[in-house]
């Protein structure tokens, strides 16, 4: 298997552009998470969705942020208008949730740089 | 509050000492607990995991973890560090109904040749 896969793998954008960052979780697994990771709040989960429906999504920083699942292998997370602080490491995992003690699967992660 | 501390955000060694990490967590009951590593521009990789049974747990690259209900810690370890095991690690805890794991902040290990 190839693993969580994540594209791009930089993106560097300026403020207010539309940015998109996709994922293709591991074959089989049946939650996905979407990290975003700055030095000063460390790994901060942003929404996870189980079965292509999101369970919860209470830690997406405000309404510029969204995220998808249109099928069990494909996701989406959009940030419209983007702004310099969302600069960060934006990370998707992968997990087959029918047993509570799998682990998660990390994707290379994306760096985006909002100028 | 369910909770996992890495109390140590900066760790150096010299290559071929030992190392312990240190990892406390806040759980009503027993967690699932996870080691992570991440190395420079990569995601997270798993170590190891604890969840039942016997309590010090194996994992891959020669790392091992403890599991001590009385400390409620789960501290990693390595007998003897390779300057490859420079990187950032990461506890991780789960519990509940969801089992959404919550990450520490991480410690970052430097290793001295």
Known sequence: ???????????????????????????????LFW???TMMRGLELLIYFNNN????????????????????????????????????????????????YNEQFFGPGTRLTVL | AQSVTQP????????????????NYSYGATPYLFWYVQSPG???????????????????KGFEAEFKRSQSSFNLRKPSVHWSD??????AGASGGSYIPTFGRGTSLIVHP
């Open chain 1, 1 to 31: 298997d190839a693993g969580v896969i994540q594209s791009p793998r930089h993106e560097v954008t300026e403020m207010g552009q539309e940015v998109t960052l996709r994922c293709k979780p591991i074959s089989g697994h049946n939650s």
């Open chain 2, 86 to 91: 420079a990187a950032e690690y990461f506890c």
């Open chain 1, 35 to 37: 990290y975003r990771q």
């Open chain 2, 8 to 23: 140590d955000i900066h760790i150096t060694v010299s290559e071929g000492a030992s190392l312990e990490l240190r990892c």
């Open chain 2, 42 to 60: 990569q995601g997270l990789q798993l170590l190891l995991k604890y969840f039942s049974g016997d309590t010090l747990v194996q994992g891959i």
């Open chain 1, 53 to 100: 429906v999101p369970i919860d999504d209470s830690g997406m920083p405000e309404d510029r942020f969204s995220a998808k699942m249109p099928n069990a292998s494909f996701s989406t997370l959009k940030i419209q208008p983007s702004e310099p602080r969302d600069s960060a490491v934006y990370f998707c995992a992968s997990r087959d949730h029918r047993e509570p």
